[in-house]
């Protein structure tokens, strides 16, 4: 009988065992799980989604929708080429290394200006990060901020990500109107429409890099950035002998540290003071549209159209009028 107690102590002790090393073993897994799950990918690539929450009644922002069905995966490696020809580039001015990553979106409220309808919110940004060699708002509004100029200029900027066989028929309306525009192309435009680059540069435009693949440059390493944003200069220069000198962040969304690589690069960026919802697949309306951007004029008014936009075409020759008419000059190309 005692035998028996004995084996049946024995047998419980060893049930005991086995079950406190079968929960040991689950909350390890159930660690290991949560480990996983919280780990971030190095390196991701966004989609063209804005991953801020700030709404469009709060906020002007811009994003390039992806209509063509085309993959945005990376194409294939090339040889980044920096341009010699600034100091800034040859010296590396900043050591991007050490500069803040964390993403920042821009934007302004459309309602909160100064007496002269410059929005507020551009100084803000000027006086944040302007040693990078950037522009948030013209010299000219600046100037005219300052009292030190009367002369109420605007700067015609279109964002080219795609064509949208609207762009040939915008440049028929700048030729027509005698206004010159600076267009911020994507490697997608330059490679499917090199005929538009050509009368761009043929009729007196400037042309700046948008980027290869409209990524968010946040997410990117140093090496990325580098490559999207001299994919465009490099094949300027080679096919045209034309110099590229200046760069719009696709999205917006910037860093000190991707401000400073495009600097390092030897190139100027360059915001907006005006922009508006035109790049949405619904085209939002003409005469509201066109409401809309003749009341936000503003001296020294950096204007962000996109160029793939059939409300665009449809209202720039009455608004260019309604501008002049108003005491407005198109300053021509944006500065270098």
């Not at 990060?129 to 030190?148: P, Q």
């Not at 030729?175 to 429409?193: L, Q």
């Amino acid at each position: 009988m005692s035998g028996n107690r004995r084996g049946r102590r024995n047998t419980n002790r060893v049930l005991y065992i086995i079950i406190g090393a079968c929960f040991a073993l689950l909350i390890a897994l159930v660690v290991l799980l949560i480990v996983l799950i919280n780990k971030e990918p190095k390196n991701s690539k966004p989609g063209n989604t804005p991953s801020s929450d700030i709404s469009e009644s709060e906020i002007y922002s811009e994003t390039e929708p992806d209509t063509t069905g085309e993959s945005t995966e990376e194409t294939t490696a090339q040889t980044v080429e920096v341009p010699t020809d600034n100091p800034n580039a040859a010296a590396g001015k900043w050591d991007v290394s050490t500069l803040p990553t964390k993403q920042t979106p821009y934007g302004n409220s459309p309602d909160d200006t100064n007496a002269a309808g410059i929005p507020n919110g551009v100084f803000w940004y000027d006086s944040q990060w302007g040693k990078y060699n950037v522009d948030f708002v013209s010299e000219m509004s600046k100037k005219y901020n300052e009292g030190k100029t009367k002369d109420k200029v605007i700067y015609l900027t279109m964002d080219c990500g795609f064509d949208n066989n609207e762009t040939g028929p915008i440049l028929d309306i700048l030729k027509e109107k005698g206004v010159k525009a600076t267009f911020f192309v994507t490697s997608m435009f330059y490679d499917a429409r090199p005929d538009l680059i050509k009368r761009m540069i043929d009729e007196g435009h400037r042309i700046g890099s948008h980027s290869i693949n409209h990524y968010d440059m946040t997410t990117l390493s140093v090496e990325e950035q580098q490559k999207e944003i001299m994919d465009v200069v490099n094949k300027l220069k080679k096919d045209f002998n034309y110099d590229c000198k200046l760069f719009r962040f696709p999205e917006g969304y910037f860093s000190d540290q991707t401000l400073a690589v495009v600097d390092n690069l030897g190139l100027k960026s360059v915001f907006w003071t005006y922009a508006y919802n035109d790049y949405s697949s619904t085209q939002p309306p003409v005469q509201d549209s066109y409401e809309k951007a003749v009341k936000y004029l503003h001296p020294g008014a950096i204007y962000l159209l996109h160029a793939s936009s059939s409300t665009n075409r449809a209202f720039l020759a009455d608004w260019i009028d309604s501008a002049r008419a108003k005491g407005y000059q198109f300053a021509g190309v944006y500065p270098i």
